[in-house]
């Protein structure tokens, strides 16, 4: 777990939470599968997390402005009270309410 942190390391082991940390432009593409990622209270903004599978990913109460979700999965995804300005979701498998409820664009 890291808490109220402001650099990771390149390859977070499963299972690994983030609370109230600072990881901007991580590329999550480049690291090793991992599972059971969650976030909270978290800045994410120009992240990659493009082609990854993460069906369970939680990404709550952050911020992630400008992240590119490109043809992720995201199918279980829990992603309440998160801030997606501009961030991008074509041909992702996310849960269409999570679209509708953010106003979420899947189009490039």
Sequence with gaps: MFIECDE????PVPGTQFT???VTGFNWS????????????????????????YPGIKILGCEAKEVDFTEADLSNADL???????????????????YAERGISTST
């Design 8 to 11: 990771v390391c390149r390859q």
């Design 20 to 22: 109230k940390c600072k």
């Design 30 to 53: 480049k690291t090793d599968a991992i599972r059971d990622l969650s976030f909270h209270e978290c800045q994410l903004n120009y992240s990659d997390f493009s082609y990854m599978k």
């Design 80 to 98: 309440q009270n998160t801030d997606f300005e501009n961030s991008r979701f074509y041909n992702t498998n996310c849960p269409a309410r999570i």
